[in-house]
T-cell receptor, first 113, second 112 residues
Framework: QQKVQQSPESLSVPEGGMASLNCTSSDRNFQYFWWYRQHSGEGPKALMSIFSDGDKKEGRFTAHLNKASLHVSLHIRDSQPSDSALYFCAVSPMNYNQGKLIFGQGTKLSIKP | GGIITQTPKFLIGQEGQKLTLKCQQNFNHDTMYWYRQDSGKGLRLIYYSITENDLQKGDLSEGYDASREKKSSFSLTVTSAQKNEMAVFLC???????????FGPGTRLLVL
């Protein structure tokens, strides 16, 4: 069973709109979350991490974590064509220093001009 | 800042051939990783290394060998290339354990 489930598989949003991506961990030992973004032909790049309940905002990107449900969402406001990419959620164990990241299968985001 | 360099950018081999991919990082990170990414799909961990001369198997290690010769470099060998493993191989590094990972641009493998 996949430890990290992402939804939707793909998403199309008009330019200037709000994109919302979801991620759930199936293992309560994995509660630290990251979001990565991968543009076509490049390696993934870390966007942000969130470890505590609530919201974390970085520019146009806001992550929301609910630890009780092990669910994290990523909201991108004022979406730009450059936001078109594959977005990965990753989780790590609470024993932070000894574990490794487990990646989800990704959400493909397309921003339509 | 730092950078991760992967060589070669494209690797073309024959079925059954032994092929080696190389990765260098100048972050001075302890931990390095090799992932395989099939077209447009997620990342599957092949091997990782938490320090020089250490090797840990990931979920997809069968058919691969790895070598961490020194802190800054991590090599991956495809022991017998198969047509169904044409993919992009991504190298990454992190300061330690489950810290933020920094990725290289990838090596695209084509098996004829």
């Amino acid at each position: 069973q996949q430890k990290v489930q992402q939804s939707p598989e793909s998403l199309s949003v008009p330019e200037g709109g709000m994109a919302s991506l979801n991620c759930t961990s199936s293992d309560r030992n994995f509660q630290y979350f990251w979001w990565y973004r991968q543009h076509s032909g490049e390696g993934p790049k870390a966007l942000m991490s969130i470890f505590s309940d609530g919201d974390k905002k970085e520019g146009r990107f806001t992550a929301h974590l609910n630890k009780a449900s092990l669910h994290v969402s990523l909201h991108i406001r004022d979406s730009q064509p450059s936001d078109s990419a594959l977005y990965f959620c990753a989780v790590s164990p609470m024993n932070y220093n000894q574990g490794k990241l487990i990646f989800g299968q990704g959400t493909k985001l397309s921003i339509k001009p | 800042g730092g950078i991760i360099t992967q060589t070669p950018k494209f690797l073309i081999g024959q079925e059954g051939q032994k092929l080696t991919l190389k990765c260098q990082q100048n972050f001075n990170h302890d931990t390095m990783y090799w992932y395989r990414q099939d077209s447009g799909k997620g990342l599957r961990l092949i091997y990782y290394s938490i320090t020089e001369n250490d090797l840990q198997k990931g979920d997809l290690s069968e058919g691969y060998d790895a070598s961490r010769e020194k802190k800054s470099s991590f090599s991956l060998t495809v022991t017998s290339a198969q047509k169904n493993e044409m993919a992009v191989f991504l190298c990454a590094s992190s300061r330690q354990g489950a810290d933020t990972q920094y990725f290289g641009p990838g090596t695209r493998l084509l098996v004829l």
